[in-house]
Nanobody, 125 residues
Framework: QVQLVESGGGLVQAGGSLRLSCASSGRTFSSNAMGWFRQAPGKEREFVAAISWGGNSAWYADSVKGRFTISRDNAKNKLYLQMDSLKPDDTAVYYC??????????????????WGLGTQVTVSS
């Protein structure tokens, strides 16, 4: 099983930027579709962005489109989420996720095999 660890969260003012990273321990995830989800207090965990295993296709939630960019470096076994123009509504715990199968392009929630423990992002107004 792939073990995932997020980093890069913190407190930022509205309009600011943060870059989240996700690293794996154990097996590599360079052949798995990957993505980011988030969960705000009292709300369901929601999809943020996903990227194909080769890194050439990406998908975003409408709420972050144009502000967030997902990327990956398979040589370093890392996943990133660049978050710009942050809003207070972006405040949440952000989770990294990996598809359970290799050579996958999409990331249906039901097919996620590994989750990270999360990193807190707080955006002040």
């Amino acid at each position: 099983q792939v073990q995932l660890v997020e980093s890069g969260g913190g407190l930022v003012q509205a309009g600011g930027s943060l870059r989240l990273s996700c690293a794996s321990s154990g097996r590599t995830f360079s052949s798995n579709a990957m993505g980011w989800f988030r969960q705000a207090p009292g709300k369901e965990r929601e999809f943020v962005a996903a990227i194909s295993w080769g890194g050439n296709s990406a998908w975003y939630a409408d709420s972050v489109k144009g502000r967030f960019t997902i990327s990956r470096d398979n040589a370093k076994n890392k996943l990133y989420l660049q978050m710009d123009s942050l809003k207070p509504d972006d405040t949440a715990v952000y989770y990294c996720a990996a598809h359970r199968n290799r050579y996958t392009d999409y990331l249906p929630r039901a097919e996620i095999g590994s989750w990270g423990l999360g990193t807190q992002v707080t955006v002040s107004s």
